[in-house]
């Protein structure tokens, strides 16, 4: 027989889970930890909130169990949880993505048609890099290509590549990505790129999503 009230109590604790990230500004502070671990102040600044919001948006995050913590002298570091974390993440983006036409709409406006840009696959990605046919750029900030970035990847912040473009072969065809789908420096990178006379491709996924494939990830400073 079903017994109800610890089914009661278990669907509880999944609605804390739910709670959690109810919150548009929970949901960037786990978009960013996808990236890696952050302080907080670093993350109040990449996020555009006080501190003080910063931590108590942690704080919910932290009892709903979907980060953790630790100290290093007068800082506190945070990062997900789990990989599943970053799984559940993507996937509540793409299930709105797919069930939403707002949510779509919003998309086409704020990434201007992905979709047109020609993505290139994952995969094919990867037998591009072993063959040596590619150069692959990491277009997002240092401090997340050296928490985790594709291995083979040249850090190259969008901010930098406009007085770097003279590294970058001319025989090649470039591959930008940042943070995923939904992140804007892989698009301004191509935008400087075709400009220039470069082949250039986005790679729609960013790390997260490339771990959660069971792909190869690095860490460290390497190429710059």
Known sequence: MEDKATKGRLFEQFALVGKAVSHPARLHLLDLLAQGERSVEVLATAADLSVTNTSNHLKTLRLAGLVHTRRDGQFVYYALADQAVG????????????????????????????????????????DRLRADDVVLIDVRPEEEYAAAHIPGAVSMPTEQLEVRLAELPPDKEIVAYCRGPYCVFSLRALEILRTRGFRARRLEEGVPDWRAMGLPVATGGGPS
Do not use: G, M, N, W
């Open 87 to 126: 799984v559940f993440l993507r996937s509540l983006q793409d299930i709105a993505r797919k069930q939403s036409a707002t949510v779509r709409a919003i998309i086409a406006d704020y990434l201007h048609d992905p979709s047109a840009l020609d993505p290139i696959p994952a995969r094919e990605l990867l």
